[in-house]
Structure formats: C-alpha cells, structure tokens
C-alpha cells in the first residue's frame, strides 16, 4: 500500500466515523417515546448523565486500546515498542498501569458515584415520605391500577398529579412482571410473595408510555401502559369520576348492550361498579370509555377498535385470557355501544 | 506378565501399575507411588461435586426458613431428636471399619479387606433401614406436597439416603470383585475410594441431620 | 550400533501404531475411547447444534425486521427465542470448547497420550449427544421449552406452562449437566496428573491453565443448576412447593439458585476463548506472552471471583441497596483480572512482530468485542443504570457482545489456527479473510443498535413491537446484518470443508508453534507421541535443544512405551515421571450407559417412574460391566 493510498484509507475511516456518531445522535434525540434518554423526572435525568459520562470514559478507553492496535498493525514489522523498544519491563508496566492501576480509579469513581450516591436516589422512599400511594397489580397481560383510600380502580393507564412524590406498590396477581416507565423512574419487578415499591414521579405533564418487561408468557410482547400525569386539579377531578359507579346507559342500543353484557361470560370476569358484573379475572371496565387505550396499551380506544377487540380479542392478541365469546354481530355491536357509554 | 513384581523402564525405576494384579504387587505399586493414583483423584472431584449438591439443598433450607414466619409451619410437630442423632452417630462409627478397610488393601491384606468392608455393611444397611422407617413414620405426620418446609425436608433426606444406598452397593461391589478377582492394582485403589465416598457421606450426614433437626436444636 | 537402534526403534513404532490402531468403521468410532476421536464427535455434532441455534437466531430476526410481523406466532416464537438460548449455551458453546477443542488438544499440548479417563471421556460425549436429541425432542414435538433460558417461575410452574415443554428443559438441563461435571474431572486430573516430564505447573502453557479454570468452575457450578431444576421438576410433577409463595416457598429461590450457577457459566464460556487467544498470540507475534504468571493468576481469578457476583442480574426484583451494592462491588472486581489479560494480549501484539493472518485476526476481533462487551457490562455494574436498561436490549447487546464475538470469535479462530495440524493441509487464506472480515462486520451491525434500543425502551423477549417508536429502522438494521453474519460463518464453513478436500499439504508446524501439538505429526497418530516430550519451558516448541533431545531418544527406541496402550504419569506439581499408566481402549459400555440414562430421563418426562427405575437398574448392571474390564497392559 503507498502511503497516498494508506493516508485516504483513513480519511475515509474518520468520515464515515463522523457519518456514523451524526445517525447515532439524530436517532437517539428523535424518538423519545419510551426513551430512558428523555427523562421526566430528577431520578430518571440522574441516571441518563451517569449514562453519558459512563458512555464518554468508555469511549476514550476503547479508542485508547484500538489506538494501540491499530498502532500494532502499523509497526507489525517491529518488535518492541515506539520511543521504548523491546524493554520487557516497560510493557509489563503497560500492562500494569492500564490493567490494573486506571481500571482501579475508573472503577472506585464509577463505583461511588452510582453505587453509593445515586443508589440511595433511585432507592424507594419509605412511604411516608411520599404524597400518595398507588397499587399497580400485574396480570398477564394487563395492569390493574388502585388508588387506596378511594374506590378507584383502573386497568393499564396511571394517573399522577404532576411534581408529586407516588409510592408505587408493585405486586402480581400470577408469574412475575416488571413495571417499567424508563422515562418517569427505573424498572421493579412484581414477584408473588413480595410487595416491592418504586417512587414515580413526574416533573412535567404528558402521558409516558411504559411496558412490562420480565417475560411473562405469550403475550408479553403487547403488556403496556401509560402514565398521565396532570395538573392537581385535573387529577382530582378524574380520581374522583373513578371512584365514582358506572354511568347508567341512555340509548337503546346501549341498554341493550348492558343487558347482553351481563346475561354472558362478560360479567363473570370484568366488574363494572353499580352493576351486577363483578367479575375479578379481567380489568375493571366501569371507566373504560375514558381510557385512551385498550388491550394493554396496544390498540387506541376508539369505537372501531373496541369494537374489533371485543368481537375478535385473538386476532389482535393471540393467547390473551379473553375468549371468543361466540355472540352475534349485533350484538357486538351493542356492548361496543354500552361500553362506550362508560366515561 | 502375571504375578511379578512390576517392571522397570530402561531409564529408570517407573512402575508399571496396571500389571499388579496380586495383592503383594498391587501394595508394592501403592507404596512406590508418589502422588495419588488418577482414581484418588476422580473420586475425590466427583465428591466435591456431591458436596455442593448438598450445600445448595441445604442453603436452600435455611433460604426457605428465612422466608417464613414460623418454622416448620403451623401444624407440623418439630422434628424429635433423639433416634436420628442416634442413627447418624452409628453411621459415623463406620469411618473406623472403612478406614482399617483402606489400610489393609494398601497393605495387601485382602481377608482384612474383606472383612471390615462386609463390617461396615451390615452396619450401613442397619442405618438405611432405620432412616427409611423413620422417613415413613415423617410422611404419615406431613407431606411435601403441603408446604415447601415439606419439600425441602423430604427432599434433603431423600438425597442423602440416596448417596446412603449408592454406597451400600458400591460396597456389594467391591467387596464381589475383591472377593472373586482379588486385591488388583484396580481394585486396591476402588476400596481406597470407598472408604473416601464413606468418610464425605458420614460428614454429610452429620450436616444433614444437624439442618433436619434445627428446629429443634 | 547405530542401525540396530534404528531397527529396534522402528520396531517399537510399528507395535505402538497396531496396539493403538483405531477400530475401523462405524463401530470403532462408536466404541472409540480416543480423545482425538472424541473431540471431532463433539465437534461435528457442536456444529450441527451451532446451526440449529443460527436458524433460530434468523428466525427471531426475520420475525423482527418489521413491526406486526407474522413469521412466528407468539407461542413459537417463545419457543425458539428460548431453544435458540439454550442451545447456544449448553448445545453449542461448553461442547465445543471443552468437548471439542479441550478434548483435542490439552493431551497433546501437556505431552500425554490421551485423558486421564478415557472411557469416562466417550461417556460425556454420548450424554452430550443423548441431552442435544432430548431437549430437541421437545421441540420436534411442538413442545419445546418456551419460558427462556433461565426460564423463571411461576411462569414455568405447571400452573403457568401445564404442557411438558419444562420437563424438556429441566430433565433435560440435569442430563447435560452429568456430561459436563464427567468431562471436568477428566480435565482436572489429566491437567494435574498426565502432563510430560518436566511441565511443571508454572511451565503449563496458558491454554491448560484456561481450561483447568473452566472445569473448576463447572465442578461446582453446575450443581446448583441441577439442584434448582430437580425442585423445578418436583414442584411440576409431584406438586412440591420450593417455588410456590402460596405454601411457603420463594419464586427467588430459582433466580438465587439459577444464577449462582448462571454466573459462573458465563465465565465459563469466555475462559476457554482466553485459552485460545493465549495459543494464537504468542505463536502469530513470535514472542512471549507479557507477564505470563500474571496472566495465568488472573485466569482462574476469574473463575473464582466469577462465583461472587450472581445478584447483579437480579438488582430489580426489590432487594435492600446492601445487598446489590455488595454484589455491584463484588462485579466490578472482575474488571481487573480481565484487564490484566487484556493489555497482556495487547502488549503482546504490540510489542511482538504480528503476523495478521487469519487466526490472529479473529484473535483481533475478540479483542475488540470482549473490549465493547466489557465496558458494557461495567456500565451494568451501576446499578441505577442496570435498573433503567435490565431485560432491555441493552442486556442482550451486552452479552452477545461477551458472548458472541468475545467467546466465538476465538473457536472460530482457532479452527482455522489448528485445521492444519488436523487435517495436515491448509485452509484458504484470502477467503478465511473474507469470513472474518463479514462476520466482524454483521456482529458490530446486529448487536451494536441493540444498546441504541434498549436505551430508546424496547423490552426483550418480545415476540413483535408497534410501529412510531423509533425501533423499526433498528430492528431492520439488525436483521441484515444477521444475514451478513450467517453468510460470513457459511463462509468459515465452506472454506475448511473444500480445503479439507483440495487445501494443499503442509507441514507438521506450518505456524512455527509454541506449544507440543505441533511437534507431532498431521494429523497426530493415535499415539500421538512416540516418546513422551521433556519440557523446560511454557514454550516447549522454541526449546530446541529439548526436542533434539526428543528426537534422539526416538532414534534410540528409547521410552516408546509400546507393550500397551500406555502413557506417563507424573507428580502434580514439578511433573516427575512416577508411574506408567494404562489406558482403556474401546468399550461399548460408554454409549450404553448413556443410552441408559437417556431412557432414565425420558421416562422420567413420561412419569414412568418405575420404567425409569428398570433404566437406572440396567445402567448400574452396564456400569459394573464398565469396571469389570480393568485397563491391563498387553
């Protein structure tokens, strides 16, 4: 290889490095829909900066060793080292300082900003250094949310108040699941016997979207949620229309619906609150017109697609525990409709 | 090629081992050796795998003890004391036929083999029979399939009886081949190795009846 | 005098080809003892094992090129994600290094004949090969495991996973496990008991040391694996309840008992590679490993400090910050015998006169992926971070990184490194590049966008993903490049099958080796040396004076050893000569014994207990028949 040639090799290597760091930024400030790099809270903000230095040494260190690779491929008809040369003890020394005595220093900095500061961060406060308490229940593969002390309970959508400390119970009512919102707080996991705590928090309104993420059977894949959180005034108004009984239907169909959901299995495993259905298996459905989602997040709620759930749950959801329920096209219809109707 | 004493190499004393098949030849060869023969060896990493069996089942134990309230649970009488240290403490006294066992084969001393092995048989056997009734007398009072203190006791006992059983015939075994073939460089070094299953098995089983009977201690 | 000598000697290797002479035909290489011929069984059937694995891998890849996909249902796709791991791990990674690679070559590189046990030896290749048709039973059936490697519970109780695709798993784990305890005690006491006169411990090349690391490690890991698979088991089959938080028992027993030995296992998987890279370098920069002592401390450092650590893939399940910090601490540690290896092969590159052929450069590339996958898991080591991106694709770039181009990258370098010494021909330079090349290039485009979406929120083990989330270019992205990986391992493939067949011949030592296999023919004869080797040194082959000395006792006749089938054993630790062992030489016992145990476990998973009995009956009668034959000399 002539050197002319050599020289272009690397210009070209360093350019496509530069084209490759622009993609990478461009991907990571774009999407930040379910992001731990958009953080929403001062936890979640503090663990993207141990990130980014994190990132930063370990960039100098690998390019650091590439360094000395690419300088072997470089000087491979020499033996010895540049300036150095072939003393034993300067590369036993290298090996030293760069095995043992910087990874010391790097690791002990590492070690004490993480594990000894922001531990205690992203560690639940006890309980009582918190404004609210909130049971976040998993299921495969839904979320059962309860507010205690009020009669509220919700399915795969959580409602905060901005800038208020949440103590999240987190339990399951079946295998293991993890309740995840990277962009509000770090993962826990919901094991049967254990009642784990995480503190949630948001420091600014908007919905967040978060996923279960310990594999938890078939339909793993399509167990999300979101998290609203809103301004005080908002979230006591929408607490208290969920702790308040269902909305009785106006329309006909929608009576009619009422009537055709509870003479079935729907009843026996959905509650909606004032009524007769108190079926505990599924997610309580009083409020669910007011859910912007369903199916575990992964649908948006609206009449067709409602619709379409309740007719066909397999086909959007292969596995899931709700049947095909085996009833006509009408009425399908009219529980769509009555269902509606639940704001 | 039978019956001699073992040959050298051209270049100096090295013992052909495998050709000691009379007890005299097969004691020489155990005394010329320097380090322990490869079947020392073998049995000795097979144990520490054994022996970590058992530290996991009986870390697993004490992990379940911390995970309940009351232990064993409400409704299962503690263990009673008494005939399982008993029981452990004649096993324990095998170690002495075993060892004697060991010395005479390394001696070449086949009936004095023969004897403190079939000794240390009938003993074990006693223990076994014992242990299994006791283990029946236990599953009458309450079940694995209860709780997970059930599980993890029932199970805990049922291996080490299991490694009980395992070298009741491995005794049977040796003793035959000892008996039949004769104190062979092989066979020397087979009852050097049961007596070292025996010692761990012993050690063993004072550990597991200490953790079975921890509740009541 | 001379030609007497000559005619005595040449006497001598005539009778040691005909005692050692290999049975011909399908029942000599199912009776075979040879631990050459043991380790190209294991070979070949690691490589059909590393296929199935691949497919799967494809599968997983192609099902997410795109959101919605429907290249696999949910529940296939559970299955293959999950056979795909445990394939890779226990059917494909542990057999070809230990089995294949170990088997081969730590005989010949310590001057012995064969391992300690050679009968014991063929009996971990057939349970290997009896576990591998077990658990793909399962999945030819339509029930393979399907609740991931480590397959946590309650989803894998029966209440949970009422089919038999667990038992598949947990019969199936416990088998595989009796394979790998037999062959790490053949190991060990071939390493310890075996090695030429002269090798003392501190002369053992870094290879061995590597591997006596690795079979510790397994020794004591693997019990807990099967102790944690045996409640598994009971729980599903016999209702027992270690698991069961209902009665008393503890979802996080598994984890806890799983990871101590899921743990070590990884390190385990990467050791032997650290062996291989210390075989490679030394011989392609023509000079001394730097700080060898060192080198060889930190291998087993790492193994041991390896058992340490579990806990650090549990920092979410809610334990008190003691605790993970502990274990966080503990993690970190790790990083120094690492880096101490690492700089050593670095130093070593840089300071030797490199040669970059194609086992150096695949040497290379495991350099920089042990490198990338490390630092990615110091990073994990923060435990914050590690509670962000835990069960995310962060972990699974992390560990394919480790993993794949850390713990492959060398087998796949040292098959081209000892084709040669194999085969007694050389493989094709230029393509044996080329497949370096588009496998470095398809793993860095798999597995690097992989950390990009775990921080950007994608879970793992998620069967499909919607669209507007920013993973859909990733994921496509990732897929091609798995196809570039496949094609640079069909590659590897294709260029070692037609050299085997068209390479041209070379010679006994065509890299100018350190270490003893290359001072035997290619292929080695089944005796593999004619007279045991004297070493002085951990660089046997660059002693010369020593193997002139070698050279001249075969021209005597001089210690042949060519009355049986005999080899050398010597003391442990300064390797004086102490006795002449004898070693068994085909038997058929082996392969029944563990067609026995395979018919144990099938019944078992068929809850015919007492037909399973009737198997571990028929075992102990086949085990005795084992025994009965007392390895004789002549």
């Known amino acids: 290889m002539t050197i002319r040639h050599r020289a272009r090799c690397r210009l070209r290597r360093v350019r496509g490095l530069r084209g490759l760091v622009l993609v990478v930024c461009l991907l990571l400030a774009g999407c930040g829909k379910q992001s731990i790099l958009s953080p929403r809270s001062p936890q979640a903000h503090d663990i993207r900066t141990l990130w980014w230095w994190m990132l930063a040494v370990a960039t100098i260190v690998f390019l650091g060793a590439l360094g000395m690779l690419g300088l072997?491929?470089?000087?491979?008809?020499?033996?010895?080292?540049?300036?150095?040369?072939?003393?034993?003890?300067?590369?036993?020394?290298?090996?030293?300082?760069?095995?043992?005595?910087?990874?010391?220093?790097?690791?002990?900095?590492?070690?004490?900003?993480?594990?000894?500061?922001?531990?205690?961060?992203?560690?639940?406060?006890?309980?009582?250094?918190?404004?609210?308490?909130?049971?976040?229940?998993?299921?495969?593969?839904?979320?059962?949310?309860?507010?205690?002390?009020?009669?509220?309970?919700?399915?795969?959508?959580?409602?905060?108040?901005?800038?208020?400390?949440?103590?999240?119970?987190?339990?399951?009512?079946?295998?293991?699941?993890?309740?995840?919102?990277?962009?509000?707080?770090?993962?826990?996991?919901?094991?049967?016997?254990?009642?784990?705590?995480?503190?949630?928090?948001?420091?600014?309104?908007?919905?967040?979207?978060?996923?279960?993420?310990?594999?938890?059977?078939?339909?793993?894949?399509?167990?999300?949620?979101?998290?609203?959180?809103?301004?005080?005034?908002?979230?006591?108004?929408?607490?208290?229309?969920?702790?308040?009984?269902?909305?009785?239907?106006?329309?006909?169909?929608?009576?009619?619906?009422?009537?055709?959901?509870?003479?079935?299995?729907?009843?026996?495993?959905?509650?909606?609150?004032?009524?007769?259905?108190?079926?505990?298996?599924?997610?309580?459905?009083?409020?669910?017109?007011?859910?912007?989602?369903?199916?575990?997040?992964?649908?948006?709620?609206?009449?067709?697609?409602?619709?379409?759930?309740?007719?066909?749950?397999?086909?959007?959801?292969?596995?899931?525990?709700?049947?095909?329920?085996?009833?006509?096209?009408?009425?399908?219809?009219?529980?769509?409709?009555?269902?509606?109707?639940?704001? | 090629m039978s019956g001699v004493s073992p040959r050298r190499l051209a270049s100096g004393r090295v013992t052909r081992s495998a050709q000691a098949d009379r007890a005299a030849a097969a004691a020489l060869v155990a005394r010329q050796r320097r380090s322990a023969p490869n079947g020392i060896w073998g049995m000795a990493l097979f144990l520490c795998s054994e022996i970590t069996i058992f530290g996991t089942m009986i870390s697993s134990y004490f992990y379940l003890e911390s995970d309940n309230k009351h232990w064993p649970p409400a409704g299962i009488k503690p263990p009673s004391v008494t005939l399982p240290l008993i029981a452990t403490g004649v096993l324990v006294l095998t170690i002495v036929p075993m060892f004697l066992a060991s010395r005479a084969a390394r001696r070449g001393a086949r009936p004095a083999v023969l004897g403190f092995v079939s000794l240390a048989l009938v003993v074990q056997c006693a223990y076994l029979a014992v242990q299994i009734l006791l283990f029946r007398h236990d599953l009458n009072q309450f079940r694995p399939q209860d709780t997970a203190y059930g599980s993890i006791y029932f199970t805990l006992l049922a291996t080490h009886h299991a490694h009980v059983l395992l070298g009741i015939l491995l005794d049977v075994v040796v003793l035959a081949y000892v008996a039949i073939r004769g104190l062979t460089n092989y066979w020397l070094t087979a009852v050097r190795n049961l007596a070292i299953y025996w010692y761990v098995v012993n050690v063993i089983a004072i550990v597991v009846v200490l953790t079975q009977l921890s509740p009541s201690l | 005098m001379a030609t007497t000598s000559t005619r005595n000697a040449e006497a001598q290797l005539d009778l040691l080809e005909r005692v050692w002479a290999e049975r011909k035909g399908l029942l000599g290489w199912i009776t075979t003892t040879d631990h050459k011929r043991i380790g190209i069984m294991y070979f070949f059937t690691a490589l059909v094992m590393f296929g199935a694995g691949g497919v799967e891998a494809l599968l997983i890849r192609t099902q997410l090129i795109g959101p919605h996909q429907t290249v696999l249902s949910p529940q296939a796709y559970d299955e293959v994600f999950t056979m795909h791991g445990i394939t890779m791990i226990f059917l494909f990674v542990i057999p070809m290094t230990t089995g294949a690679f170990g088997n081969y070559l730590i005989p010949l590189m310590i001057g012995a004949r064969d391992m300690a046990f050679p009968r014991l030896n063929a009996l971990s290749y057939w349970i290997y090969l009896g576990s591998a048709i077990f658990m793909y039973a399962g999945l030819a059936g339509g029930h393979a495991p399907n609740a991931g490697w480590f397959d946590y519970v309650p989803l894998a109780s029966k209440t949970y996973d009422p089919g038999n695709n667990i038992d598949f798993y947990g019969w199936g784990l416990i088998f595989n496990g009796i394979s790998s305890t037999a062959a790490s005690i053949n190991f060990i006491v071939t390493i310890f008991k075996l090695r030429a006169p002269g090798m003392s411990l501190n002369r053992m090349p870094l290879f061995c040391f590597a591997f006596l690391a690795v079979s510790f490690a397994l020794l004591f890991a693997l019990p807990s694996l099967s102790v944690a698979a045996l409640f598994l088991e009971l729980d599903r089959n016999l209702g027992f309840h270690f698991y069961d938080a209902a009665h008393g028992g503890d979802p996080l027993l598994w984890q806890n008992l799983f990871w101590i030995f899921g743990h070590p296992e990884v390190y385990i998987i990467i050791l032997p590679a650290f062996g291989i890279a210390t075989a490679i370098i030394p011989t392609f920069t023509h000079r001394k490993m730097v700080l060898f002592p060192l080198v060889a401390l930190a291998e087993i450092l790492v193994a041991f400090l390896g058992f340490g650590v579990w806990v650090h893939h549990m920092f979410t399940v809610g334990y008190p910050t003691l605790v993970t910090v502990y274990f966080a601490a503990a993690s970190l540690i790790i990083v120094i015998p690492s880096g101490i290896q690492l700089f050593s092969w670095i130093a070593t590159i840089l300071t030797g006169t490199p040669e970059f052929k194609t086992p150096l450069l695949w040497i290379v590339g495991f350099i920089v992926y042990f490198m990338l996958g490390g630092l990615s898991g110091v990073a994990l080591a923060a435990i914050p971070f590690d509670q962000q991106v835990h069960d995310s694709y962060f972990i699974i770039a992390h560990f394919h990184f480790v993993i794949f181009g850390a713990a492959v990258f060398p087998i796949l370098g040292g098959m081209y490194f000892w084709f040669p010494k194999l085969t007694g021909r050389m493989y094709h330079e230029g393509i044996g590049k080329l497949s370096f090349w588009t496998t470095f290039i398809g793993t860095f485009v798999t597995f690097f966008p992989m950390h990009i979406l775990g921080l950007l929120g994608m879970p793992r083990r998620i069967y499909t993903y919607p669209a507007g989330m920013g993973w859909t270019f990733l994921n496509a992205l990732e897929s091609v490049g798995a196809y570039v990986l496949a094609s640079g391992l069909v590659l590897i493939v294709l260029n070692l099958f037609i050299s085997y067949f068209r390479g041209p011949v070379c010679e006994a030592d065509p890299w100018e080796g350190d270490t003893l296999e290359w001072s035997t023919s290619s292929p080695p004869p089944a005796y593999n040396f004619p007279v045991i080797p004297t070493v002085s040194s951990p660089y046997p082959m660059w002693d010369k004076e020593d193997r002139e000395l070698d050279k001249r006792r075969l021209?005597?006749?001089?210690?042949?050893?060519?009355?049986?089938?005999?080899?050398?054993?010597?003391?442990?630790?300064?390797?004086?000569?102490?006795?002449?062992?004898?070693?068994?030489?085909?038997?058929?016992?082996?392969?029944?014994?563990?067609?026995?145990?395979?018919?144990?476990?099938?019944?078992?998973?068929?809850?015919?207990?007492?037909?399973?009995?009737?198997?571990?009956?028929?075992?102990?009668?086949?085990?005795?028949?084992?025994?009965?034959?007392e390895a004789h000399a002549g």
Request: hydrophobic share 45%; with cysteine.
């Open chain 1, 72 to 343: 072997a491929w470089f000087r491979r008809g020499t033996p010895g080292l540049p300036f150095f040369g072939e003393r034993e003890h300067v590369s036993q020394a290298l090996v030293l300082i760069f095995g043992i005595g910087i990874p010391l220093v790097v690791l002990v900095t590492l070690f004490g900003a993480s594990d000894v500061y922001l531990v205690g961060q992203t560690s639940p406060p006890p309980a009582r250094d918190t404004a609210m308490t909130i049971d976040v229940i998993g299921h495969q593969w839904w979320w059962e949310v309860r507010y205690p002390g009020t009669d509220a309970v919700t399915a795969n959508e959580i409602h905060i108040p901005v800038d208020t400390r949440v103590n999240v119970v987190a339990t399951t009512a079946d295998v293991i699941h993890s309740f995840w919102v990277p962009q509000l707080a770090r993962k826990i996991d919901e094991i049967p016997g254990r009642h784990n705590r995480v503190l949630l928090f948001a420091s600014t309104a908007g919905r967040y979207r978060g996923q279960c993420s310990q594999f938890c059977g078939f339909q793993h894949a399509n167990m999300a949620l979101y998290v609203i959180a809103q301004p005080r005034a908002a979230f006591n108004a929408w607490l208290a229309n969920m702790a308040s009984p269902a909305v009785s239907p106006t329309t006909p169909t929608a009576r009619a619906g009422e009537q055709i959901f509870m003479a079935n299995q729907c009843a026996s495993c959905h509650q909606i609150r004032g009524t007769s259905a108190q079926g505990l298996v599924g997610p309580d459905l009083t409020h669910v017109a007011s859910r912007r989602t369903l199916a575990g997040a992964e649908i948006r709620n609206t009449p067709a697609e409602l619709r379409r759930w309740i007719a066909d749950p397999q086909a959007i959801k292969p596995g899931a525990r709700m049947p095909d329920l085996g009833l006509s096209a009408t009425d399908y219809d009219d529980i769509a409709a009555y269902l509606e109707g639940l704001h």
């Open chain 3, 555 to 629: 021209e005597r006749g001089e210690g042949l050893m060519a009355t049986g089938h005999e080899t050398l054993a010597t003391t442990m630790q300064d390797a004086e000569v102490d006795e002449i062992l004898s070693m068994p030489s085909h038997s058929i016992w082996p392969p029944v014994c563990a067609l026995m145990l395979f018919g144990i476990f099938a019944m078992l998973l068929l809850h015919h207990y007492w037909i399973a009995f009737g198997f571990g009956v028929a075992g102990g009668l086949a085990l005795i028949s084992w025994h009965d034959k």
